[in-house]
């Protein structure tokens, strides 16, 4: 029989007693944690695409002059916003004034041959006009002395010769009622073309004025005041800022969902700035360089704020009907790359591990696997946390 040392015996004397109890009964009353929980329900949760791109302006426009001249006023500069109309240059008007009052007189001394300077029409009346009275009146008078002749004639008052020579001239002024007649048909022409000759004048002042033709914003100035421009010098660079166009490269696998109309979600690279736009266009093919599909859409931009050509993130909401579930963020516990969640079971902790989408608002996460409808999800969930850990559910 094999005996025990006697500081062997003390030891397991001293395991045994009372203190390791008191410990043991300790460590089994520790309270249970107290944590709040968050119920995983589904909610509505669009279905989106995700694409980056680029702002592009919905029109570009370099601003030239239609008509020569020198530059008298610049109204604009860099930077400046516009509206339709508005006054962005001006040219030397004197030469054009010069030409509209000669175009003006023109037209007026050919109204006064065709008896229209005190009408208000360019409706030409032949008969008004006096070369036609004064054709006509010979015309009569000739008629008259024809008539006279050849009643003498027949009498033999006179001479066939004389009645020969009322009769030519009787036809030679019936031409000549023809020739006034055509004269003053020519003259309505000149006159059309003499009214074409005054607005084209009238053009070319008002043409002077370079106005915007859009509402939009000036990014670049051309001429300065004094310079004197040729037809179609380049003055400005107008752009149109509302609404811009966006440019999206979404994968070739995602193409079938993309459709007009659907909404764009945008938000500006390293900006809080987010704006909601709508599909308008979509690429026939796809690129084959990178296997994407080029959408293009139209976002608001009424106070300026986007600028055309910053590089924007997109999401294209492809099924706003679908549904899914979201969890607080700080239910996640991420290590080695793998995220879970704690959900409470009978007063006890659970782990799941977690796949996750989107980052919603509200500080909230899409999860697309690993919890159901129901799970009592712990809400602020830490490392220190392990499974089995009894816990109190408090409000």
């Known amino acids: 029989m094999r005996y025990l040392p006697a500081f062997s015996l003390i030891f397991l004397a001293a395991c045994s007693g009372p203190y390791s109890e008191q410990k043991a009964a300790a460590k089994a009353e520790t309270p ?29 426009a370099n601003i030239s002059t239609k008509v020569p001249g020198r530059v008298t006023r610049l109204a604009v500069d860099l930077g400046s916003l516009v509206k339709a109309g508005d006054v962005l240059a001006e040219l030397e008007k004197d030469d054009y004034q010069y030409r509209v009052r000669q175009a003006e007189a023109q037209v007026e001394q050919i109204r006064a ?17 006096a070369m036609v009275k004064e054709a006509r009146a010979a015309l009569e008078e000739s008629r008259i002395v024809y008539e006279t002749t050849e009643r003498l004639a027949t009498e033999g008052v006179v001479s066939r010769i004389e009645f020969e020579r009322a009769r030519a001239r009787k036809q030679g002024l019936e031409a000549r009622v023809q020739s006034a007649l055509s004269e003053v048909l020519q003259m309505g022409s000149q006159l059309s073309e003499r009214r074409a000759q005054l607005d084209l004048a009238r053009q070319q002042l008002t043409d002077t004025v370079i106005r915007a033709p859009f509402d ?13 421009l040729a037809t179609n010098a380049p003055v400005v660079t107008l752009v149109r800022q509302h609404p811009l166009r966006v440019r999206l490269e979404v994968p070739e696998r995602f193409a079938g969902q993309i459709h007009q109309g659907q909404a764009i979600d945008i938000r500006l690279e390293g900006s809080t700035l987010k704006r909601t736009g709508r599909v308008m266009r979509l690429s026939p093919s796809i690129e084959a360089q990178n296997r994407s599909l080029t959408v293009e859409g139209e976002i608001p931009n009424q106070d300026g704020r986007l600028r055309p050509g910053s590089f924007v993130e997109g999401s294209i909401t492809v099924d706003s009907a679908a549904q899914g579930i979201t969890v607080p963020i700080g ?10 969640v704690f959900v409470v079971t009978n007063g006890q902790l659970d782990d799941r ?16 696997q690993g919890l159901k409808d129901g799970d009592a999800v712990v809400a602020k969930a830490s490392e220190k946390m392990a499974k089995g850990q009894k816990v109190r559910v408090t409000p």
Do not use: C, H, W, Y
Request: a negative charge; hydrophobic letters at 45%.
């Open 113 to 129: 041959r065709l008896a229209l300077a005190n009408l208000k029409t360019d409706t030409v009346d032949p008969e008004r006009t």
């Open 216 to 228: 939009g914003a000036i990014t670049k100035r051309v001429a300065s005041v004094g310079e004197f």
């Open 331 to 340: 239910a996640l516990v991420s290590f080695a790359g793998v995220d879970r």
């Open 32 to 60: 249970p944690m107290a944590v709040q929980t968050s119920r995983v329900a589904p909610e509505s949760l669009p279905a989106t695409v995700n694409a980056n791109g680029e702002l592009f302006a919905e029109e570009l």
């Open 353 to 368: 591990v977690v796949r996750t989408g989107r980052r919603m608002e509200g500080e909230r996460v899409e999860v697309l």
